[in-house]
T-cell receptor
Framework: NAGVTQTPKFQVLKTGQSMTLQCAQD?????MYWYRQDPGMGLRLIYY???????DKGEVPNGYNVSRLNKREFSLRLESAAPSQTSVYFC??????????FGPGTRLTVT | DAKTTQPNSMESNEEEPVHLPCNHS???????IHWYRQLPSQGPEYVIH???SNVNNRMASLAIAEDRKSSTLILHRATLRDAAVYYC?????????????FGKGTKLSVKP
């Protein structure tokens, strides 16, 4: 099992460009999450999806959209990237609330 | 969501036990106590969780105070690979679905 995979691993964008971060899990989990982590900080929840077909805002949703394409895949889209969105983005999935599995992260720089 | 307080950093010697403390004085009766760790340049990794009783697994032990206002993550024999940031997190099953609120955690350094 690959667990949670994320693509790309690294990305550099110019201000105003758009991109989609991809996340997939092969553990048949219902819930999936997107977090961001700024330098020296803990993770902050952007969006989550409790099950296929549903999405909800987390702590810092502004500037992002998400799509739960199917049970396996949960994508995060930046429509018009800003330097404040420079961060490391982590996707996670879980079946039990108590145990989330995280991907390796996408390191995004917006210039 | 209730908050947790952890020391910013701790040091340990290799092969010695490590006790990582966490205070959560405003914990509610339904809050679970979770511990995750994050190795350098990796995503967080689940370590252990508990509600009221002490818990053991292959990675660590979790000791929960009788009043549940504090807990301690115990690594029985620290290795160099245990150097990471350790997060103590509270989560209520009735709250936002699976929402884990990460603070800054405790950065554990392990000396050979």
């Amino acid at each position: 099992n690959a667990g949670v995979t994320q693509t790309p691993k690294f990305q550099v964008l110019k201000t105003g460009q758009s991109m989609t971060l991809q996340c997939a899990q092969d553990m048949n989990h219902n819930s999936m999450y997107w977090y961001r982590q700024d330098p020296g900080m803990g993770l902050r929840l952007i969006y989550y999806s409790a099950s296929e077909g549903t999405t909800d805002k987390g702590e810092v949703p502004n500037g992002y959209n998400v799509s739960r394409l199917n049970k396996r895949e949960f994508s995060l889209r930046l429509e018009s990237a800003a330097p404040s969105q420079t961060s490391v983005y982590f996707c996670a999935s879980s079946e039990m609330i108590q145990k989330q599995y995280f991907g390796p992260g996408t390191r995004l720089t917006v210039t | 969501d209730a908050k947790t307080t952890q020391p910013n950093s701790m040091e340990s010697n290799e092969e010695e036990p490590v006790h990582l403390p966490c205070n959560h004085s405003t914990i509610s009766g339904t809050d679970y106590i979770h511990w995750y760790r994050q190795l350098p340049s990796q995503g967080p990794e689940y370590v252990i969780h508990g509600l009221t009783s002490n818990v053991n697994n292959r990675m660590a032990s979790l000791a929960i105070a009788e009043d549940r206002k504090s807990s301690t993550l115990i690594l029985h024999r620290a290795t160099l690979r245990d150097a990471a940031v350790y997060y103590c997190i509270l989560s209520s099953p009735g709250g936002s679905q699976g929402n884990l609120i990460f603070g800054k955690g405790t950065k554990l350094s392990v000396k050979p």
